[in-house]
């Protein structure tokens, strides 16, 4: 197995890594997730370089890169500022990925060429107050009404909501014995009228936010459909495991941040007369930290050249998604602790790793989940 990155990824990598150290500093960060501010300038400076498209195909104004790109690109802006990196997951996954693999010509036309600029950012609904982690027991309806579909219901945790002008809504428009058939989606104006949204309070991710929708007799055109009406199952399993994808190698990113900062902190902080990494209860801590950022790095190369080869199954992007959200959680955790009483502090940088990190065993399908799908495929 060679998943090694050739010298152009290497160089691509760098050129990410040096606009991210120059347009997204500390203070910044520090600034949009306080003041529960979209980063805004940081996401223009990367749309200018034509990153948005890197999954889109060059007639679409998108570079057409790999997914190796895309992880490459999302673990970058992931170790500078997650909630950046979480706007531009939500442009590959459901703009690039989703809309190139079901789109029409004309929605691929439409929508990815102003992805790819920029113009148009898109979100995800799939969430609903009844239906969790049983995602295919949603109910919000679809009812066709000549050219358009009306939609009704509610859905919950739709994320980036504010920053987008399209959210892909995974509807019910039929009901049959088995409930993974009619669901249909369907790419939606977020100013449709009859579309509301309100914000809610969470622990993180307050620079783009999360939020209840609720949508009364909100009427979209049946163009919009993304994929075949009631066969949006599939598709659905195909974007979610795409987003395993992008989410863990953000993450991964960011888990490599936390430890840095933990790192920083040891060598410098004195207690006892020496820096407190000199004891063995904190290099070790350390060292687990340095073993999970590892093993995720790995886990993100080995996912994307299987991905690439056509190899990937959805047993490999739960172990991806499964491994590195737990080990952003405990890394994030033990930072904190070598931190002492500023890590607890709003001073310093680790309390948001240990925010932000808490969602990854939760968002996209919980670990418990993650671990019901790896049981599944070995037979149980
Ligand atoms: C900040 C945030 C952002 C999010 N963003 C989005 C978004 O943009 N779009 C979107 O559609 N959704 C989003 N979500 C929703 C997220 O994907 C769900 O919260 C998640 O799938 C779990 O669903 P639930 O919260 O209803 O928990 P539940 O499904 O009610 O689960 C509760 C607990 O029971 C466990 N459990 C449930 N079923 C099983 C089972 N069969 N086996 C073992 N354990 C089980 C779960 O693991 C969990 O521990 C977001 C959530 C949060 C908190």
Redesign the pocket.
């Known amino acids: 197995m060679d998943f090694r990155l050739t010298p152009e990824q290497e160089a691509f990598r760098d050129t990410v890594r040096t606009l991210c150290d120059r347009e997204i500093s500390r203070e910044y960060v520090r600034e949009c997730d306080r003041e529960h501010r979209p980063p805004t300038e940081a996401f223009q400076a990367i749309a200018k370089q034509g990153w948005l498209g890197i999954n889109i195909p060059e007639e679409y104004g998108g570079s057409g890169a790999g997914a190796t790109e895309v992880a490459i690109l999302l673990e970058e802006v992931g170790k500078s500022y997650l909630d950046l990196a979480f706007w531009l997951f939500r442009l590959v996954t459901y703009g690039g990925f989703a809309v190139g693999r079901d789109g029409t010509p004309e929605q691929r036309r439409r929508f990815l060429s102003n992805v790819a600029t920029g113009e148009w950012s898109i ?5 609903e107050p009844d239906s ?4 295919a027991s949603i109910s919000t309806s679809a009812v066709r009404d000549g050219d358009d579909y009306v939609l009704n219901g509610q ?6 909501f504010k920053v987008s002008d399209y959210v892909l809504v995974a509807t019910r428009t039929s009901r049959a014995d088995d409930r993974h058939h009619g669901i249909t989606n369907l790419l939606v104006d977020t100013k449709s009228p009859g579309l509301r949204s309100a914000p809610l309070e ?1 622990l ?2 307050w620079s783009l936010g ?1 939020t209840m929708l609720h949508f009364d007799d909100v009427r979209v055109p049946a163009e919009n459909v993304l994929g075949k009406p009631d066969e949006g199952w599939s598709g659905l399993n195909a974007y979610l495991n795409y987003e395993r994808l992008s989410l863990s190698a953000a993450r991964t990113g960011a888990a490599q941040a936390a430890m840095q900062d933990a790192l920083e902190y040891a060598k410098t902080r004195q207690q006892f007369g020496r820096p407190i990494g000199k004891f063995q209860a904190v290099s070790h801590k350390l060292a687990d930290m340095a073993v999970m950022v590892d093993l995720s790095k790995l886990l993100v190369m080995q996912y994307t050249w299987r991905f690439e080869q056509g190899l990937a199954t959805p047993k490999d992007a739960a172990v991806l998604k499964l491994y590195s959200c737990e080990a952003y959680k405990q890394v994030a955790d033990l930072g904190l602790q070598v931190l002492g009483g500023y890590g607890y502090t709003m001073e310093y940088d680790l309390q948001r790793h240990f925010r932000e990190s808490r ?1 990854g065993t ?8 993650q671990r ?1 799908i790896i049981a599944k495929s070995l037979g149980l």
């Not at 859905?155 to 980036?160: D, E, H, L």
């Open positions: 979100c995800f609904a799939l969430t969790g982690s049983d995602a859905k919950v945790f739709t994320s980036g969470t993180g991710h999360t969602l939760i968002g996209a399908g919980t670990s418990e989940i019901n």
